[in-house]
């Protein structure tokens, strides 16, 4: 029945390292798309992907405002394709030498606060240490696994924070709100949700007001998948 396929995907726990998981948890859009379907008459599955999201979380760490589509914008001004702009940007963030120049001049010239950002890789890699809350000192052998370990580590971990945060907060006003439509899994920055057609503009409001992020929002698009 209709129930019984959603429903086992229903629970979220906790694990040890503040990772959100549950049954669903590496199930792909196309597995959705093929295979489940709304408990709801006249439901259906929605997606819901933040659109550049680390890179927004750095615009944040910068103190900048997020932006609808770094990608895109950049793309149409240089007259390529989003995913390659994308994968330069993302190389380039990480550390890798290996990214196209022109990509990130632009990027750079178009946001230059994220200098903060350059200047501070380039301080803490050249120290190779660094120094815990409780005194702890760590020394890396040299500048790329300072750079790896620790630096690439701090980008990616406070991305998963902030979106198991957000996760949490829709869920919890999903529940206060004692709406229907329930979210059953996630996938890197994107989420599934279980959609009561009457509850759709409850939902995209909760959505909203849960990607808040200091005085803007992670942008995000909604799309149905089932």
Same mark, same amino acid.
């Given at each position: 029945?209709?129930? &019984?396929?959603?429903?086992?995907?229903?629970?979220?726990?906790? %694990?040890?390292?503040?990772? #959100?998981?549950?049954?669903?948890?590496? /199930?792909?859009? $196309?597995?959705?798309?093929?295979?489940?379907? =709304?408990?709801?008459?006249?439901?259906? /599955?929605? =997606?819901?992907?933040?659109?550049?999201?680390?890179?927004?979380?750095?615009?944040?760490?910068?103190?900048?405002?997020? @932006?609808?589509?770094?990608?895109?914008?950049?793309?149409?001004?240089?007259?390529?394709?989003?995913?390659?702009?994308?994968?330069?940007?993302?190389?380039?963030?990480?550390? =890798?030498?290996?990214?196209?120049?022109?990509?990130?001049?632009?990027?750079?010239?178009?946001?230059?606060?994220?200098?903060?950002? *350059?200047?501070?890789?380039?301080?803490?890699?050249?120290?190779? @240490?660094?120094?815990?809350?409780?005194?702890?000192? +760590?020394?890396?052998?040299?500048? #790329?696994?300072?750079?790896?370990?620790?630096?690439?580590?701090?980008?990616?971990?406070? =991305?998963?924070?902030?979106?198991?945060?957000?996760?949490?907060? +829709?869920?919890?006003?999903? $529940? %206060?709100? &004692?709406? $229907?439509?329930?979210?059953?899994?996630?996938?890197?920055?994107?989420?599934?949700?279980?959609?009561?057609?009457?509850?759709?503009?409850?939902?995209? @409001?909760?959505?909203?007001?849960?990607?808040? *992020?200091?005085?803007?929002?992670?942008?995000?698009?909604? %799309?149905?998948?089932?």
């Amino acid at each position: 029945s209709k129930g &019984k396929i959603v429903e086992k995907f229903l629970h979220f726990f906790n %694990t040890k390292t503040g990772r #959100l998981s549950s049954k669903f948890h590496t /199930i792909n859009r $196309e597995y959705i798309r093929n295979n489940i379907i =709304s408990r709801f008459d006249n439901g259906k /599955i929605i =997606s819901v992907d933040y659109s550049c999201f680390e890179i927004n979380i750095l615009f944040f760490l910068c103190s900048l405002n997020t @932006e609808n589509d770094v990608y895109l914008n950049i793309a149409h001004e240089l007259n390529l394709k989003r995913d390659y702009v994308k994968n330069n940007i993302i190389s380039w963030l990480y550390g =890798s030498q290996d990214y196209d120049k022109i990509v990130i001049l632009l990027f750079n010239r178009k946001y230059s606060k994220i200098d903060e950002f *350059i200047v501070y890789r380039k301080e803490f890699i050249s120290k190779n @240490e660094y120094t815990c809350l409780s005194g702890k000192k +760590i020394v890396y052998e040299d500048e #790329l696994a300072a750079q790896k370990k620790y630096l690439n580590g701090e980008i990616q971990n406070f =991305s998963t924070i902030k979106f198991n945060d957000m996760i949490r907060d +829709i869920i919890s006003n999903i $529940e %206060t709100s &004692k709406l $229907e439509s329930k979210l059953i899994g996630t996938k890197y920055d994107q989420f599934f949700i279980d959609l009561k057609q009457s509850e759709e503009e409850t939902i995209k @409001e909760i959505i909203k007001n849960s990607s808040k *992020i200091k005085d803007s929002f992670f942008p995000f698009k909604l %799309t149905t998948i089932g």
